[in-house]
């Protein structure tokens, strides 16, 4: 059987929120809009908070913290093309802000940029080299595009960033595994089970490699612990290759 790995689940990572600080902004009453837009945000309330944070940067038009945290709630309103205007609204205000950069190449991936979504991550990366999140998004794009070798290079830097995060490792593992090295990426989902045994994919994709490495007794019993975690996938796998 020669079969994949499961889709990239958590593939990307989520929107950066902002900075805590008020970088760019001194009005007292621009930051208390922010901070009620924020409040809204948190809330669900994204037309609310769309509203606040556009009233902060009418009383202050250079607050980048207030443009970044409205293309937020642009995002989840489904305001792609809104939220990419705030986000660069965000970068000619403070061409160093890297999670500017982030969520903008968030927002391109769900347009299917994924060259324009590249770029933001490699200028979050210039900006701040210990921005994981970016490392992991753009080594996802790179082994879609089947560069694996320059998408392992970028997992190998978000775990050294943060070795606690299960997804660095399932995603490094997909990486080696779409190289064929089955072996190595069994140690990576085997890691990714350690710090989180609750996430169906890790167990299987890991029985995919160890089918592939001819460990069918090892397959079935992660198969059989990602159906228990409710994953439909190897239902069929379990019925017919481990009787």
């Known amino acids: 059987m020669s079969l994949r790995p499961t889709a990239l689940a958590a593939a990307l990572s989520v929107l ?27 809330q669900g309330d994204y037309q609310g908070a769309i509203a606040d944070f556009t009233r902060a940067i009418e009383i202050n038009p250079r607050y980048a913290d207030a443009y970044l945290k409205r293309g937020n709630a642009k995002d989840e309103l489904g305001d792609y ?78 775990i050294e960033i943060d070795p606690q995060d299960d997804y660095y490792y399932y995603n490094r593992g997909n990486s ?18 350690e710090i989180n045994s609750q996430d169906s994919d890790h167990y299987t994709n890991r029985g995919i490699a160890k089918e592939l490495a001819n460990d069918l007794e090892g397959a079935c019993g992660d198969w059989r612990r990602a159906v228990d975690l409710g994953d439909q996938k190897p239902v069929e796998w379990v019925k017919y290759q481990c009787s």
Do not use: W
């Open 16 to 42: 950066a929120l902002g900075s805590p600080l008020i970088s760019g902004c001194t009005n007292p009453l621009a930051i208390i809009s922010s901070s009620r837009g924020a409040e809204k945000y948190e």
């Open 81 to 158: 093309e809104g939220a990419i205007s705030d986000y660069t609204k965000a970068i000619e205000v403070n061409p160093r802000y890297a999670d500017a950069y982030y969520n903008r190449g968030v927002v391109k991936y769900d347009l299917e940029d994924y060259q324009g979504a590249i770029a933001d991550y490699t200028n979050a990366i210039e900006i701040d080299p210990q921005h994981a999140d970016a490392y992991n998004n753009r080594g996802n794009l790179r082994s879609s595009s089947e560069d694996n070798q320059a998408a392992i290079a970028d997992f190998d830097k978000a």
């Open 176 to 193: 080696k595994f779409n190289l064929e090295d089955y072996q190595g990426a069994i140690a990576d989902y085997t890691k990714a089970i």
